[in-house]
Nanobody, 122 residues
């Protein structure tokens, strides 16, 4: 089992950048595919992207390509979401999720963090 804690959210102006972090507990972090999701008020949860166990491969939702970048540091048990050129429509609660020995995909995640709020102002 793994516990996930997101951080790094906050208020940013449109066009700005934020880097979210997700710290995982346990000694088996490198066996988990890690994903990022977001949920805006009144909307369904949306897949942002995912990163493979080693960090060598990433997969993004088409709408997220180009502005968002996922990376991980297995020595620190942490996965990151770098968000650039932020827009007001990026406002949402951002969640990280983990799937042990999983495929690089948008589903199948067993463990979730509590989320961190990102608000992008005009």
């Amino acid at each position: 089992q793994v516990q996930l804690v997101e951080s790094g959210g906050g208020l940013v102006q449109a066009g700005g950048s934020l880097r979210l972090s997700c710290a995982a507990s346990g000694r088996t972090f490198s066996t988990y595919v890690m994903g990022w999701f977001r949920q805006a008020p009144g909307k369904e949860r949306e897949f942002v992207g995912a990163i493979s166990w080693s960090g060598g491969r990433t997969h993004y939702a088409d709408s997220m390509k180009g502005r968002f970048t996922i990376s991980r540091d297995n020595a620190k048990n942490t996965v990151y979401l770098q968000m650039n050129s932020l827009k007001p429509e990026d406002t949402a609660v951002y969640y990280c999720a983990a799937d042990q020995f999983g495929a690089l995909s948008s589903y199948g995640y067993n463990y979730w963090g509590q989320g961190t709020q990102v608000t992008v102002s005009i």
